[in-house]
């Protein structure tokens, strides 16, 4: 009963974790006409336009006499919550890369929200196909919905890749050097990717910054802000994964060499399940 409790809270506390961030993620408007308003009328009318809630002019304080209201910046209050309940109670799978530090806890929370946004998305993708195909009424939101969804979830799965250590690698050569020359490898790949990382956050922060600031939406019907959001996300998570490869590197330096085979991606404990169900049967 308590491992099935503990189970329970692990899945639910991601799910708050999405339905606070997509809430802030809707309502970042609010925050930014409170307290960084652009100076330019017609940019402030444009943002104002999507919060409607009352007769706000640039000058107004924020907080309750702002934009945003009392549900922003409870969802704002409650994202750290649910992030840190997260990465608290996060239980590493049995398949999954044995390091446990702070940092890795953190990456395997966020492959939790991975996983429950896919299953947010094939809710939607269902809920659309039924709409469309069965009531005749198809939505205007689904399609672009999806692709924004998928977008987080790509981006979220490469650092889980990251710290279960399940990226694409060759290790046709790799396996033949000695434990030194694996050491110097995996030091250059681990340099080359910090060094990908601030090229990619020095050259496109502005863009970034730009894209949230002026909250530049998609251009459709439902016209959700994918640029605005998925821009800088796309920075913040390759930043993660590059001090995620940094934790890997000084994890792992001490590690015994590994001789890599076909049979790393079978997971032993789930073909003993399977090898069980087939006898039974």
Same mark, same amino acid.
């Given at each position: 009963?308590?491992?099935?409790?503990?189970?329970?809270?692990?899945?639910?506390?991601?799910?708050?974790?999405?339905?606070?961030?997509?809430?802030?993620?809707?309502?970042?408007?609010?925050?930014?006409?409170?307290?960084?308003?652009?100076?330019?009328?017609?940019?402030?009318?444009?943002?104002?336009?999507?919060?409607?809630?009352?007769? @706000? +002019?640039?000058?107004?304080?924020?907080?309750? %006499? !702002?934009?945003?209201?009392?549900? =922003?910046? *409870?969802?704002?209050?409650?994202?750290?919550?649910?992030?840190?309940?997260?990465?608290?109670?996060?239980?590493?799978?049995?398949?999954?890369?044995?390091?446990?530090?702070?940092?890795?806890?953190?990456?395997?929370?966020?492959?939790?929200?991975?996983?429950?946004?896919?299953?947010?998305?094939?809710?939607?993708?269902?809920?659309?196909?039924?709409?469309?195909?069965?009531?005749?009424?198809?939505?205007?939101?689904?399609?672009?919905?999806?692709?924004?969804?998928?977008?987080?979830?790509?981006?979220?799965?490469?650092?889980?890749?990251?710290?279960?250590?399940?990226?694409?690698?060759?290790?046709?050569?790799?396996?033949?050097?000695?434990?030194?020359?694996?050491?110097?490898?995996?030091?250059?790949?681990?340099?080359?990717? @910090? +060094?990908?990382?601030?090229?990619?956050?020095? %050259? !496109?922060?502005?863009?970034?910054? =730009?894209? *949230?600031?002026?909250?530049?939406?998609?251009?459709?019907?439902?016209?959700?802000?994918?640029?605005?959001?998925?821009?800088?996300?796309?920075?913040?998570?390759?930043?993660?994964?590059?001090?995620?490869?940094?934790?890997?590197?000084?994890?792992?330096?001490?590690?015994?060499?590994?001789?890599?085979?076909?049979?790393?991606?079978?997971?032993?404990?789930?073909?003993?399940?399977?090898?069980?169900?087939?006898?039974?049967?």
């Amino acid at each position: 009963m308590q491992q099935r409790s503990g189970s329970l809270v692990e899945w639910l506390v991601p799910l708050a974790f999405i339905v606070c961030a997509g809430w802030l993620a809707w309502h970042l408007p609010a925050f930014i006409l409170d307290f960084l308003p652009p100076q330019d009328p017609s940019q402030f009318d444009k943002l104002s336009a999507l919060f409607k809630r009352n007769d @706000v +002019t640039p000058d107004m304080p924020g907080l309750f %006499g !702002g934009f945003a209201d009392i549900f =922003d910046w *409870l969802a704002l209050l409650l994202l750290p919550v649910t992030l840190v309940a997260g990465v608290l109670t996060v239980r590493r799978a049995p398949m999954e890369f044995e390091a446990w530090g702070p940092l890795d806890r953190l990456s395997v929370f966020i492959g939790r929200v991975t996983m429950m946004l896919i299953v947010v998305l094939c809710c939607v993708m269902l809920y659309e196909v039924f709409v469309r195909y069965v009531l005749n009424a198809a939505t205007l939101w689904a399609n672009e919905l999806s692709l924004w969804l998928a977008g987080f979830v790509f981006l979220c799965a490469g650092l889980y890749a990251m710290q279960q250590r399940s990226h694409i690698r060759i290790f046709l050569l790799y396996d033949m050097l000695p434990r030194s020359l694996q050491r110097v490898c995996d030091t250059i790949s681990t340099v080359l990717i @910090v +060094t990908f990382a601030f090229f990619l956050v020095y %050259g !496109g922060y502005g863009e970034a910054l =730009d894209k *949230l600031y002026r909250w530049e939406t998609f251009g459709t019907a439902f016209d959700p802000p994918i640029p605005a959001t998925i821009k800088p996300m796309v920075l913040v998570v390759v930043v993660l994964v590059a001090v995620q490869a940094i934790i890997n590197l000084v994890s792992d330096w001490n590690a015994e060499a590994v001789i890599h085979t076909a049979a790393d991606d079978i997971d032993a404990e789930e073909l003993e399940a399977l090898k069980r169900q087939v006898g039974n049967n």
